[in-house]
């Protein structure tokens, strides 16, 4: 009984921290949100919009009414580019924009998630820290509690301190090796 309580007990702690961590990104990303200038916002709508099937239904639907228009198969309505270069010209002047709004968009999810990257780095450097130190005082204690045994290579390896800029030096040696 105590062991379905400590369980519930340890769910409902978790569910707490779950919801608490949940909140923090929600803040985070509306506060990213909030700091968005008038352009970025500007270029995540049009972005988001042109991803759309609705954006490509869109353009079906113009395309092939300026193709019926200018082949002269629509009675009473005159033809207004012949040679279809109107059309040409709209749609790479269109694809210039767009690119571009993409590109804004793109810049800063990229800057967002260098952002994040960052704060995972230092959650996972603290987090490094944190278990070395627990894997030390677990030893402490087992040697002084008189259990034999205890440190295998393993723990041996543990409780060896990671210095990040060594790991950071290999990382960038190995991409660098990379064709």
Partial sequence: MDERRLTHTSQQDMAAVLRRNIEAMRSER????????????????ITAFTGSLTFVY?????VAVWV????????????????????ATVASVEA??????VLISQNRIAALADKRAALDLQINLLAEYE???????VGAIAE?????????????????EVAPEAVLKELDEELKDRP
Avoid: M, Y
């Fill in 96 to 101: 210039i924009f767009l690119s571009t709004f």
């Fill in 58 to 62: 869109l353009h079906v639907a113009l």
């Fill in 144 to 160: 002084t509690v008189g259990v034999e045994g205890v440190p295998p290579p393993e723990l041996e390896e543990i409780t060896r």
């Fill in 30 to 45: 509306e506060r990213e949100e909030a700091e968005a200038t008038w352009g970025e916002r500007l270029a995540g709508c």
């Fill in 68 to 87: 019926v228009v200018n082949l002269g198969l629509v009675p009473g309505v005159p033809r207004f580019d012949r040679t279809f270069v109107i059309l």
């Fill in 131 to 137: 278990i070395t130190q627990l894997a030390k005082l």
